[in-house]
């Protein structure tokens, strides 16, 4: 057996080059200055049974080279690495490494699939300033022609060009400060995508302000009503909704919530001896302690009735899983003949509370908004300053009729 103490022979052409006796199996390894530093590289081949005296000594020969040149063979690899670094590879890179949530990364990955298809499997480097922005008015006319977003307040395809040239910029950010072992940048010229911004090409969007008014808000509750049966809860369970989808579609009006939130409410976090419900998976990752009104929480006792899982509004198909909801909104808008999303009733909910002389500070307490000062940072809400609140809200949702939505169990 060797001894592990045994010492290194050096190659009878190249000095540098020796073979290591080891236990396992002699290795071929390489020991030089890098030029520049003062310290001793070791470079270690493999077994001397795997590869041959004629391959080490030739890519011996490289690695001294690169190394008289200050060069450290290793670094020249990482090099090549990051000079092939594809778009979609530094894209799933990118998601691998940042704290996003699924929803976001789902949103990344088919953005930039949709409308980078072409540029997949190119180099990050090898994508122009001008390439970009070409793409970007491509991406813009390409959505107008196909026509099937209604025209809004801004021009057909801008929003999704928009989207989709913001998402490839956050990709080339991400490497700015990548450098390769000479100290050049991986991105020598930049961000290209800063070429859009520059020409000032990019118009400014012009955000939704729809909401529902007094008579939008007495039809829509009409036509739950009179769909759902919603009158002593007598739900119809009709073909075309679920019980689960109008208690839904009530609590985003009730609540302001975004379209995601609810969904992801588990049993776990509905507290009816408190009577305040949690949603953990918020957009800004705070989460958000509702108080139940009275309404509210008759509702969540007849998603308690009919409970499968672990979620308030569990999948209909997939056990163990949430509803998507994914269409509810459109339909209900659709069949009362309205134009609304589930960011409407935000904006109906944040309307209706302005209306009631409630603050910004207040109302952006129950929508979760993030704090935009230090100090409000430091400020706890708890569930019982937003209890009242609520109570008007409601007051003014459900006042205009006769006959409350909702009231009897």
Same mark, same amino acid.
């Given at each position: 057996?060797?001894?592990?103490?045994?010492?290194?022979?050096?190659?009878?052409?190249?000095?540098?080059?020796?073979?290591?006796?080891?236990?396992?199996?002699?290795?071929?390894?390489?020991?030089?200055?890098?030029?520049?530093?003062?310290?001793?590289?070791?470079?270690?081949?493999?077994?001397?049974?795997?590869?041959?005296?004629?391959?080490?000594?030739?890519?011996?020969?490289?690695?001294?080279?690169?190394?008289?040149?200050?060069?450290?063979?290793?670094?020249?690899?990482?090099?090549?690495?990051?000079?092939?670094?594809?778009?979609?590879?530094?894209?799933?890179?990118?998601?691998?490494?940042?704290?996003?949530?699924?929803?976001?990364?789902?949103?990344?990955?088919?953005?930039?699939?949709?409308?980078?298809?072409?540029?997949?499997?190119?180099?990050?480097?090898?994508?122009?300033?001008?390439?970009?922005?070409?793409?970007?008015?491509?991406?813009?006319?390409?959505?107008?022609?196909?026509?099937?977003?209604?025209?809004?307040?801004?021009?057909?395809?801008?929003?999704?060009?928009?989207?989709?040239?913001?998402?490839?910029?956050?990709?080339?950010?991400?490497?700015?400060?990548?450098?390769?072992?000479?100290?050049?940048?991986?991105?020598?010229?930049?961000?290209?995508?800063?070429?859009?911004?520059?020409?000032?090409?990019?118009?400014?969007?012009?955000?939704?302000?729809?909401?529902?008014?007094?008579?939008?808000?007495?039809?829509?509750?009409?036509?739950? &009503?009179?769909?759902?049966?919603?009158?002593?809860?007598?739900?119809? &369970?009709?073909?075309?909704?679920?019980?689960?989808?109008?208690?839904?579609?009530?609590?985003?009006?009730?609540?302001?919530?975004?379209?995601?939130?609810?969904?992801?409410?588990?049993?776990?976090?509905?507290?009816?001896?408190?009577?305040?419900?949690?949603?953990?998976?918020?957009?800004?990752?705070?989460?958000?302690?509702?108080?139940?009104?009275?309404?509210?929480?008759?509702?969540?006792?007849?998603?308690?009735?009919?409970?499968?899982?672990?979620?308030?509004?569990?999948?209909?198909?997939?056990?163990?899983?949430?509803?998507?909801?994914?269409?509810?909104?459109?339909?209900?808008?659709?069949?009362?003949?309205?134009?609304?999303?589930?960011?409407?009733?935000?904006?109906?909910?944040?309307?209706?509370?302005?209306?009631?002389?409630?603050?910004?500070?207040?109302?952006?307490?129950?929508?979760?908004?993030?704090?935009?000062?230090?100090?409000?940072?430091?400020?706890?809400?708890?569930?019982?300053?937003?209890?009242?609140?609520?109570?008007?809200?409601?007051?003014?949702?459900?006042?205009?009729?006769?006959?409350?939505?909702?009231?009897?169990?």
């Amino acid at each position: 057996m060797t001894s592990p103490a045994a010492k290194p022979i050096h190659d009878s052409r190249i000095s540098a080059l020796m073979v290591k006796p080891q236990v396992s199996g002699d290795v071929y390894m390489l020991k030089a200055k890098q030029r520049g530093i003062n310290k001793t590289v070791t470079i270690t081949y493999g077994k001397t049974s795997l590869i041959s005296r004629s391959e080490v000594r030739k890519q011996a020969t490289q690695d001294l080279a690169l190394l008289h040149q200050g060069i450290h063979p290793r670094q020249t690899k990482q090099d090549d690495k990051l000079r092939t670094l594809t778009l979609a590879d530094a894209i799933e890179n990118m998601l691998k490494l940042r704290p996003l949530k699924p929803q976001t990364v789902q949103s990344y990955r088919s953005t930039l699939r949709r409308n980078f298809k072409a540029w997949l499997g190119r180099p990050i480097h090898s994508i122009t300033a001008d390439e970009c922005l070409k793409r970007y008015k491509a991406i813009q006319a390409e959505v107008e022609m196909r026509g099937r977003v209604k025209v809004k307040a801004n021009r057909s395809g801008e929003c999704e060009a928009q989207k989709a040239i913001r998402t490839l910029s956050s990709i080339f950010s991400f490497y700015l400060s990548d450098t390769l072992s000479n100290g050049a940048s991986l991105l020598p010229k930049g961000n290209p995508v800063r070429l859009i911004a520059d020409k000032k090409v990019r118009p400014t969007l012009v955000r939704r302000k729809d909401h529902l008014n007094l008579s939008e808000r007495c039809k829509l509750l009409r036509y739950l &009503q009179e769909t759902f049966n919603a009158v002593n809860h007598f739900q119809s &369970q009709s073909p075309q909704f679920s019980g689960a989808q109008t208690d839904y579609v009530m609590l985003l009006l009730c609540t302001g919530l975004r379209r995601n939130e609810p969904l992801s409410l588990l049993w776990e976090n509905v507290d009816f001896e408190e009577g305040t419900y949690t949603i953990v998976n918020t957009k800004n990752n705070e989460w958000l302690t509702i108080p139940m009104t009275e309404r509210v929480r008759k509702l969540f006792r007849r998603r308690l009735g009919e409970q499968v899982n672990d979620f308030v509004f569990p999948s209909p198909t997939t056990p163990n899983r949430a509803a998507t909801m994914s269409r509810v909104i459109e339909r209900v808008a659709k069949q009362s003949e309205l134009r609304f999303t589930a960011h409407t009733l935000r904006r109906t909910v944040t309307t209706i509370l302005a209306e009631l002389r409630y603050t910004d500070d207040e109302i952006g307490r129950l929508l979760n908004h993030k704090p935009r000062t230090q100090t409000q940072e430091y400020v706890v809400v708890a569930a019982d300053q937003l209890r009242p609140m609520l109570a008007e809200l409601e007051e003014s949702l459900f006042e205009p009729f006769t006959t409350a939505i909702y009231e009897s169990d």
